[in-house]
C-alpha cells in the first residue's frame, strides 16, 4: 500500500532562511505522481507541483525547488529565501498510475512559520 | 484558472441533524472528490464520482453519502452529524483523462463544520 510520511509537523524559520521540508513516500508501482500542495491560512490547497516518477529531474520555479530521489524514496521542497508569505502548511502526495486520483495519499502535512 | 468553490466556509450542526455540503467547479472537469482533514492525518478521501451520477468509496465512507446530479457539482451528506465528524471538508476536481496533467487535483477553500 502507497503511503507519504512527512516527519515535520512544525518548522519555524526567520525570513530570508533557507527551509527544506522532507517527504518520504512508499508505493509498489513503478509508475506513480508526486505532489505538493500549500495551503495558507485561508484554507484553500494550492497545486504547486507534479512529478512523474519517471522524471528524475530535479525542478526549480523561483524560489522554489525541487529534490526528487528515487533511490531514497524521497520528494524534498526547499525555499529559497523564505518570506513571510510562504507560512502555510505543505502536503506531499502520492498517486499511483494509472487512475483518476481516488488513490491520492497525503502526507500529515508539515507547518511552516516564517517569522519576520 | 480552475475554480472550486464550496457553499460555506462554517457551519455549525446539531447532533443527529442532516448536513449538506455543496461543491461546484466550473472547468467541466470529469472527476469529483471529497476530503476530510484533521490534524496529524492530512487529507482522508471520503467518497469520489468520476461521472455524473458515479460515485465511489474513498477510504472513510461511513456516515457520509453523496450525489453528482450535474457534472459540476458534487454534494456530501452527513445523514445524521455526530461529533466526530467535527472537521474540516475539501472537495477537489481533476480533469480526468490518461495525461499526467490531468490526475493534478484543484482544491475548494474548505468547509469547516462544527458538530455539537
Known amino acids: 500500500a502507497q503511503k507519504v510520511t512527512q516527519a515535520q509537523t512544525e518548522i519555524s524559520v526567520v525570513e530570508k532562511e533557507d527551509v527544506t521540508l522532507d517527504c518520504v513516500y512508499e508505493?509498489?508501482?513503478?509508475?506513480?505522481?508526486l505532489f505538493w500542495y500549500k495551503q495558507p491560512p485561508s484554507g484553500e490547497l494550492v497545486f504547486l507541483i507534479r512529478?512523474?516518477?519517471?522524471?528524475?529531474q530535479n525542478e526549480i520555479s523561483g524560489r522554489y525547488s525541487w529534490n526528487f530521489q528515487k533511490s531514497t524514496s524521497s520528494f524534498n521542497f526547499t525555499i529559497t529565501a523564505s518570506q513571510v508569505v510562504d507560512s502555510a502548511v505543505y502536503f506531499c502526495?502520492?498517486?499511483?498510475?494509472?487512475?483518476?486520483?481516488?488513490?491520492?495519499?497525503f502526507g500529515a502535512g508539515t507547518r511552516l512559520t516564517v517569522k519576520p | 484558472d480552475v475554480k472550486v468553490t464550496q457553499s460555506s466556509r462554517y457551519l455549525v450542526k446539531r447532533t443527529g441533524e442532516k448536513v449538506f455540503l455543496e461543491c461546484v467547479q466550473d472547468?467541466?472537469?470529469?472527476?469529483m472528490f471529497w476530503y476530510r482533514q484533521d490534524p496529524g492525518l492530512g487529507l482522508r478521501l471520503i467518497y469520489f464520482?468520476?461521472?455524473?451520477?458515479?460515485?465511489e468509496k474513498g477510504d472513510i465512507p461511513e456516515g457520509y453519502s453523496v450525489s453528482r446530479e450535474k457534472k459540476e457539482r458534487f454534494s456530501l451528506i452527513l445523514e445524521s452529524a455526530s461529533t466526530n465528524q467535527t472537521s474540516m471538508y475539501l472537495c477537489?476536481?481533476?480533469?480526468?483523462?490518461?495525461?499526467?496533467?490531468?490526475?493534478?487535483?484543484?482544491f475548494g477553500p474548505g468547509t469547516r463544520l462544527l458538530v455539537l
Open positions: 508505493t509498489r508501482d513503478t509508475t506513480y505522481y
Open positions: 472547468m467541466d472537469h470529469e472527476n
Open positions: 512529478r512523474n516518477s519517471f522524471d528524475e
Open positions: 502526495a502520492l498517486s499511483e498510475f494509472p487512475g483518476v486520483g481516488a488513490d491520492m495519499r
Open positions: 464520482s468520476y461521472d455524473v451520477k458515479m460515485k
Open positions: 477537489a476536481s481533476s480533469p480526468g483523462g490518461p495525461e499526467p496533467s490531468q490526475e493534478t487535483q484543484y
